[in-house]
């Protein structure tokens, strides 16, 4: 299971305990939000794409989407996200749950700076009913980050 994945990368951290796991679903922004009671803008959603042979990841604040001339700027190419069916073998969780933490080998993650407004944001943590609170120094070390970048516009 993914979140067994993301639980033993952060126990070797020492914050798996800071995990939540809820009764309910966390899969959307908006349940994770709802789950969470915060504000749907604080939800790092991380979305996956392809970039050639590679993936990548980019975490981004709830309330942003994927701005496509920014994205091309920023890697040469059109966007074109995982589907459904190959996030999990591709990424190493699957959709809902997708999160920048104990991601297959390859992976590449980028923050975007839509979350830099925040102390601290709640990305998934593997599987479609959890997540984490971290500051975003915290999201830099355990994303193990390319680096930020700008390719979302705020909804």
């Not at 790092?44 to 700027?73: C, P, Q, R």
Request: a neutral charge.
């Amino acid at each position: 299971m993914s979140i067994e994945k993301v639980r033993e990368y952060f126990k070797t951290r020492g914050i798996d305990e800071r995990i939540q796991e809820f009764e309910v679903s966390s899969a959307t922004v908006s349940l994770a939000a709802k789950a969470l009671h915060c504000e749907e803008n604080r939800i790092a959603k991380t979305l996956s794409f392809h970039m050639g042979e590679k993936v990548i990841l980019i975490v981004a604040a709830g309330n942003a989407k994927i701005d496509n001339a920014k994205y091309k700027a920023q890697f040469g190419t059109k966007a074109k996200m995982l589907s459904f069916d190959e996030a999990e073998p591709l990424v190493g969780h699957a959709i809902g749950g997708v999160c920048p933490f104990a991601v297959n080998a390859g992976v590449e993650t980028y923050l975007d700076v839509s979350l830099k407004r925040f102390k601290t944001v709640f990305p998934a943590c593997g599987n479609p009913n959890s997540a984490i609170e971290l500051s975003l120094e915290e999201l830099e070390k355990y994303s193990d980050f390319i680096k930020w970048i700008d390719v979302c516009k705020i909804l």
